[in-house]
Structures are given as structure tokens and as C-alpha cells.
């Protein structure tokens, strides 16, 4: 095949959605990117913060010209908040997402939506209870890239799917929230979700789960495998680690053609196709840190919510809730508890 024709990617100027007033519930590390993201790009404002402490609140508030709240009820209650995105911990997603909903603010969670499938239900319901948007941040969903990635997939270009190969490894050092059992700790939530996500999105339920972990001293897991079958007979073969760094690679596999998203995968960048005589096809993109993506989804969600709509179509939640459960299914296999458990 000499030839191989690349869709253009359908992702709109994120400068074109409508303006929506936005508040921050956890003033950390993807908050500060978020924030970042959202003042350089698109249209979006960031108007508040929020934390259980008001000194935090009030020093990530000051430089940015933001109203800083003590608490995330406060937050929620704003009136010059519309949407509220939840950047806590894992361990609080569930809690400040109900919180923002109870008050009628609609929430794009930062992933996971939560820490098992049924914290995600929840938040699901109490959203689609009340009326309100309610969404998992997973950037990647929302990048220009996974949107050529979905067209060629489920335009058959890669001909029928076989299999879906993927790593995710960082290393975090031991001072990184990761190492904190009391705040679900490991590789699985923060790096690995990505694999599971994009592997059942893609690939659809599996209906086998096989895992291996590998636990640290203090009890949290330090690195994973996991093997995924589908009906039909596709796998998915998925591997995260915190101990240390991978090519951070993703392939889908077809029978005309593969796709390698370019390292690491779930960022902005460009990805590469073989096809069956051997011939590789370049879609470039630049490749990009947080700063460079965030405000994607931030524009989706407030397409979104200006057209009514209780989702967006790049990340439904019961997409969410399916990698979940194929991750809650993982931990019982390998021992993983999480606190409340």
C-alpha cells in the first residue's frame, strides 16, 4: 500500500466554545496546569478555588486574580461558578463531586471519576438526578490525535481489531501521593487507568481478566500487568509501573494495519501506521505537556453544557465506569485495597 490518507481531525478550535465561568476544587499539581491551560487557550475563565484549606486556596488564588474559598461547599456555592472541576486526591473525587452536584453545579471530574465503578455510578446518578453535566477529564479522550485514532478505528482502516499492546511507567519517588496507601496509592489509578480506558473504549467489555501486581514494603502496588480478552477473541496486553519509565507507548493492532501512538501516548503528539505490506504512514502532531491540552476537554464539557447536554460524546460515563470496572476486577485479583474498603 503506497498510500494511506489520514482524516482530518474533527476536534473544534476550542476558542469557538462558549465561555463558561469555572472554579477549581483542589489547588495542587493538575489544578495548576488546568488553570494554566485554560488562561493560555480557548475560552474558558477560572474565576475560584477551593480547599479544605483556606491558606492553600488563598496562595494558588493570589497570582491568578481568583476568589479563594476554605472549603468545597463554599466553592460549589458561588454564584459566579458554573462548572466545577475536581482536582482533589482520588480519594476525595466522589465526595466533591457530590458536593458541586448537590449545589447545582455541573463537574468534570480529574480521572479516575472515582475510585471503584460504583463511587463513578454515583456520581453518574446524582448528575443525571438533577439534571447537570457530569464528566470524566481524561484528556486524552479529548485530544485532536485520539480523535484521528477513533475515526480510523471505527472507520475499519485498521481492518478488524486483534489487539491493543500498551505501557505506562513513571517514576515517582517515594515523597509522590502515589506511596500513600490512605490515599489509594499505585500505579493503577494514576498512570494505569489510561491503558485501561483507552484499551476498553477502543476494544469495547472484556470478558477475561487476568492481573499480576507487584506490592512495596508499605503495602501499596508498585507495578501491574494485566491481560484482557474480548468476545471475539481480541486482547489487550497492558503493563503500568511507578518504579520507573517507559516507552509509554500504545498499538492498536488490526488486520490491515497497526497504529502506535507516539510516547507518551496519552499527551498530544503524532502516531504511526503500518500497514500489512510493511509501509509506515506518519500523522504528525505536536507533541505537548498539560499545559498544551487540558483545555480541550474544558471546551467540550462547556459545548456540553450550552447545548443542554448531560455528557460529551468523547467520554460517556459509562465509559468511565466500564475501565473502572475492569479495574476493581484487577485489584481483587491482586489484592489491592483502597480506604473504605
Not at 501516548?265 to 500497514?275: K, R
Amino acid at each position: 500500500m503506497r498510500g494511506f490518507e489520514f482524516p482530518a481531525s474533527r476536534v473544534p478550535d476550542p476558542a469557538d466554545a462558549p465561555s463558561l465561568r469555572w472554579g477549581i476544587a483542589g489547588p495542587g499539581w493538575i489544578g495548576e496546569r488546568f488553570a494554566e491551560s485554560l488562561s493560555r487557550h480557548g475560552s474558558q475563565r477560572v474565576t475560584a478555588v477551593g480547599s479544605r484549606s483556606l491558606a492553600r486556596a488563598e496562595e494558588f488564588a493570589a497570582p491568578r486574580g481568583l476568589r479563594a474559598h476554605g472549603s468545597y461547599g463554599e466553592l460549589a456555592a458561588d454564584p459566579e461558578v458554573d462548572v466545577v472541576y475536581v482536582a482533589t486526591p482520588h480519594t476525595a473525587h466522589v465526595e466533591v463531586a457530590l458536593t458541586a452536584l448537590e449545589a447545582g453545579k455541573h463537574v468534570l471530574v480529574e480521572k479516575p471519576l472515582g475510585l471503584s465503578a460504583r463511587e463513578a455510578e454515583r456520581i453518574a446518578e446524582a448528575a443525571r438526578a438533577r439534571g447537570l453535566f457530569a464528566a470524566e477529564a481524561l484528556w486524552t479522550a479529548f485530544l485532536p490525535s485520539y480523535d484521528v485514532v477513533r475515526q480510523l478505528v471505527r472507520g475499519g482502516r485498521l481492518g478488524e481489531l486483534t489487539a491493543v499492546v500498551g505501557d505506562y511507567g513513571e517514576y515517582l519517588p517515594p515523597s509522590h501521593r502515589a506511596h500513600e496507601p490512605a490515599l489509594a496509592g499505585g500505579p493503577l489509578l494514576d498512570l494505569g487507568i489510561y491503558l485501561l480506558a483507552l484499551a476498553t473504549d477502543l476494544l469495547g467489555e472484556p470478558d477475561r481478566i487476568l492481573g499480576l501486581g507487584a506490592p512495596l514494603a508499605n503495602g501499596v502496588n508498585g507495578q501491574l500487568s494485566a491481560l484482557l480478552g474480548f468476545p471475539g477473541g481480541a486482547q489487550a496486553t497492558l503493563t503500568t509501573t511507578m518504579l520507573g519509565f517507559t516507552p509509554a507507548q500504545l498499538t492498536v493492532v488490526g488486520t490491515e494495519a497497526a497504529l502506535t501512538l507516539d510516547g507518551p501516548f496519552n499527551s498530544p503528539g503524532g502516531l504511526t501506521v503500518t500497514t500489512a505490506d510493511g509501509a509506515t504512514h506518519r500523522w504528525e502532531g505536536t507533541p505537548g505537556s498539560h499545559v498544551d491540552g487540558l483545555h480541550f476537554q474544558a471546551a467540550a464539557a462547556a459545548r456540553a453544557i450550552a447545548a443542554g447536554r448531560l455528557e460529551v460524546d468523547e467520554r460517556p460515563l459509562e465509559m468511565s465506569v466500564r475501565a473502572l470496572r475492569v479495574a476493581d476486577e484487577l485489584r481483587r485479583q491482586t489484592g489491592i485495597v483502597y480506604p473504605g474498603e
